[in-house]
């Protein structure tokens, strides 16, 4: 679940419209005022509370696990020889370790170990936020349609991401509106495992 955590973060989607469409434009009139020139859209829940957003969020959540799941055997394989090393220098300081070559050897080849898998956590540790940056990518592309249907129904010109917003009228929180238009004609959404860039794949732990 940690990675839920990280991933179900507010997606910012902006659209702007020129002019506003006549019909638009009429409904505003219509309703007495009560639509306005700009949306407030809550995307976090938008992906918690969609048919969509669901389903995105447990296809990622499963690559995540295939991932880890990729990473258990040699993992535990490594736990395993660091308890054996454990018990064998018991009672050695790093003198008498030293002195035992095929003990030294061993703790030299376990340490180069450690270091290959560390290097492969932080590898797919990349792939995985890269797979869940495409998969954004894709899932903006897909709900974009819908916002810009629900700003024209209020005749709204601006649709903006709640996060960016410190106080605002009820009326002009259109998520309910999003997600019930998206529930109505968007189901499931395809999500494939992506391998990082080489370029992202060379760059340090923690690098920009």
Do not use: W
Request: hydrophobic share 40%; proline share 3%.
């Amino acid at each position: 679940m940690r990675f839920l955590k990280h991933f179900i973060v507010a997606v910012a989607v902006a659209a702007a419209f020129t002019g506003v469409a006549p019909e638009a434009h009429a409904q505003r009139n219509r309703g007495g005022g009560q639509a306005a020139s700009v949306i407030v859209i809550d995307y976090a829940r938008i992906i918690e509370s969609s048919n969509v957003g669901r389903d995105m969020t447990t296809k990622l959540n499963q690559i995540a696990q295939q991932m880890a799941a990729e990473l258990a055997p040699e993992g535990q394989a490594i736990q395993t020889e660091q308890q054996s090393l454990a018990q064998a220098t018991q009672g050695m300081n790093a003198d008498q370790v030293r002195r035992n070559t095929s003990l030294s050897s061993r703790i030299e080849q376990f340490e180069q170990r450690v270091q290959q898998f560390r290097a492969r956590q932080q590898a797919l540790g990349r792939d995985i936020e890269y797979t869940r940056q495409v998969t954004i990518n894709n899932f903006n592309t897909q709900i974009t349609p819908i916002v810009r249907q629900v700003m024209e129904a209020r005749g709204a010109g601006v649709a903006l991401d709640a996060t960016s917003v410190n106080l605002m009228q009820p009326n002009v929180n259109a998520t309910d509106d999003v997600v019930q238009r998206l529930n109505q004609s968007i189901q499931t959404i395809e999500v494939t495992r992506q391998a990082a860039p080489a370029q992202q794949q060379q760059q340090p732990a923690g690098g920009q």
